[in-house]
């Protein structure tokens, strides 16, 4: 596999692992002979053996860079596929088994198909992962690896969404699209990165930022800062700025635009390269969310260009020892460049990296 598609889809191709404490219980979590209690049980023992509590650290190398007083980078490379895509896969397979699914369906450009193939082998359900024909990853080999079907279908990521939602309905599997039902249980489970954020500060950041693609994992973190708040855990909930590659996400360029709903970017005018991949869409199926807590933060959006995005990866390597997907930058990114524009005051930042390479 050559450089173009490892930065395209995330993490090389090194297979996940499991521990002998997870393949236990994973056996439990297969075994139809046992109650579905106890089968549900030993599931959530492996979310909380592997999933989450991902790493917080501060950058000096950033803070001497950029004048700072404390930057902090939450690195969700930390989880099993190396994404943030581990939360809301272990999140939804967790609901299937408890429902009595057997059949799980969902639409990935690889770093999700990874994801819910590792947790639905663990828990014993089938997993039916499809991805647009016209999409090459090196997630591909990961995703077979755990007993996963790859079906490609034609058309866009969102096409691709739409068709894989209709076959699960007409099948009765399992949906575990993004949007729709699935929308405030994926928020939950984002809304975790909060509480750990917490957990380490004692407090919420000044600056919180985040990549976005469809807005669910910065809509997650804002809901999770505003439930400590209003349980007097924090002082404040954090402004947050999100980052994208540059006019091709509908929620920078609708905050942007002042807008109160997200309006969706037509198609024909967003043009994919091998870096900006897993920024770009024209429609963000929680964009709303989103748009809203920026909005309700008075935060800041900003539009990030690939080259941006390769420099700080490779800055970041560098100077922190942090081995990051280009496209994962872009809140930071993001954050950087308002503290230049608006001379902010220093507090403490932090940003959301969401995967490594």
Request: aromatic content about 8%; some cysteine; charged content about 25%.
């Amino acid at each position: 596999m050559n450089n173009k598609n490892n930065l395209l889809d995330g993490v090389k191709e090194a297979v996940i692992q499991h521990t002998g404490e997870v393949k236990m219980l994973s056996e439990m979590a297969r075994n139809t002979s046992l109650s579905l209690v106890d089968r549900v049980e030993s599931f959530e023992d492996i979310i909380s053996l592997e999933v989450g509590d991902t790493n917080l650290t501060r950058a000096r190398a950033l803070e001497r860079e950029y004048n700072i007083r404390q930057i902090y980078i939450k690195y969700e490379g930390n989880n099993p596929s190396g994404t943030q895509k581990d939360r809301i896969a272990f999140a939804q397979v967790l609901d299937a088994l408890r429902r009595g699914y057997t059949t799980m369906a969902l639409a990935t450009c690889g770093n999700y198909g990874v994801a819910c193939a590792n947790a639905a082998y663990l828990a014993g359900i089938t997993c039916k992962v499809y991805m647009p024909a016209s999409y090459h990853s090196n997630r591909i080999k990961e995703i077979e690896s755990f007993g996963a079907e790859l079906i490609r279908l034609d058309g866009s990521y969102e096409d691709v969404v739409a068709k894989s939602s209709q076959i699960a309905q007409e099948n009765e599997w399992y949906d575990a699209n993004p949007g729709g039902a699935n929308t405030p249980m994926q928020i939950a489970a984002y809304a975790e990165i909060a509480n750990e954020i917490y957990d380490q500060l004692r407090d919420a950041p000044k600056f919180l930022a985040c990549p976005v693609s469809n807005g669910t994992v910065l809509a997650g973190i804002y809901r999770g800062f505003v439930s400590l708040y209003k349980r007097g855990k924090t002082s404040r909930i954090p402004v947050f700025v999100a980052g994208s590659s540059a006019n091709k996400n509908p929620i920078i360029s609708s905050f942007k635009k002042g807008l109160e709903s997200c309006e969706d970017i037509d198609p024909k005018k967003i043009k994919e390269t091998v870096i900006n991949e897993a920024l770009i869409n024209w429609h963000s199926f929680d964009g709303e969310e989103a748009l809203y807590a920026l909005r309700q933060t008075n935060g800041y959006a900003s539009h990030v260009t690939d080259k941006q995005l390769k420099e700080m990866s490779s800055y970041l390597h560098k100077k922190e020892g942090m081995r990051i997907l280009p496209c994962s930058c872009a809140g930071l990114i993001a954050l950087l460049d308002v503290r230049k524009e608006k001379n902010l005051i220093n507090d403490r930042f932090v940003a959301v990296i969401t995967a490594k390479y």
